[in-house]
């Protein structure tokens, strides 16, 4: 009797958080929906000028015509490239980096003191430094990406070894994790959560930095179409970038991170 109990609450807890998310998927696409149908309205009453904010059809249309000639998927595809080499190296820094600075006090009076001060400056800020130690090279943009996400990375990583409880740092010496195992089995795993946050804050860093350097640096990629539109004054091809970074940023956040979250909360209860 109480295992049916048990399973008729499984199940209702099941359909509700299914009904949840379907609802919450249609309330979003309500949204989008009414938003497109008032810019149509707007710029179909003459609110403003076409030729500084295109209607939704010129957009649409330069979407088509950017997908059937190449030219968008090719910059989406080099902005992503640029975009996976240079966070991949912040994560493979930043994590390791963070765990230390979180465990040895004299590396977070030096360097966690210099990562804090880095974190304040603007991404952007590195692309002059960089132009002049690699030129207009992929060097320079890899570097702007690094320096933007790394410091993110790095301190998410840092205060998540600081939360560790201390019972698991008194007890990992007794059950035999010491040196590297000490890292690798009760750090790591310790501060996960964080670990998973930074690397959100870190691609969102990353992402931003790769966009603000292809704005300034003429090459194939996102940030160089919209550009171009700019000085085009095609303002359709501007707003259709635009929705295309809205776009990967969305699904970035909902179909990789939010895997990660819901794993975090499974695993640990929070996130």
Known sequence: MRTDSKSDISHAQLFLRRHERMRSRVMRLAFLAAAVCLWHFLASAGVWNELLFPPPREVLQSLISGFSD?????????????????????LAIGV?????IGRIRLLDDTVGSLAVGLQSLP????L???LLWFGLTEAAMQFVIIMGSLMAVTLAVRDGVRATPTFYLRAAPILGAVGWR?????LLPASFPSVVTGAKLGWTFAWRSLMAAELLYVTTGIGSTLMMGRELHDMAL?????????TIGLITD??????????????????
Do not use: D, N, Q
Request: aromatic share 16%; net charge positive; charged share 10%.
């Open 238 to 246: 501007v707003v259709a970038s635009m929705l295309i970074i809205i």
């Open 182 to 186: 000490f890292y690798r089995y009760v």
């Open 70 to 90: 190449g030219t968008l998927p090719a910059a989406i595809f080099a902005s992503m490239w640029r975009l996976c080499i240079g966070y991949g190296i912040s």
């Open 96 to 100: 390791p980096l963070g765990l230390l």
């Open 254 to 271: 909902r179909f990789i991170f939010k895997l990660g979250e819901e794993f975090v909360h499974k695993r640990w209860g929070v996130g």
């Open 128 to 130: 002059p430094m960089a």
């Open 123 to 126: 991404s952007i800020c590195w």
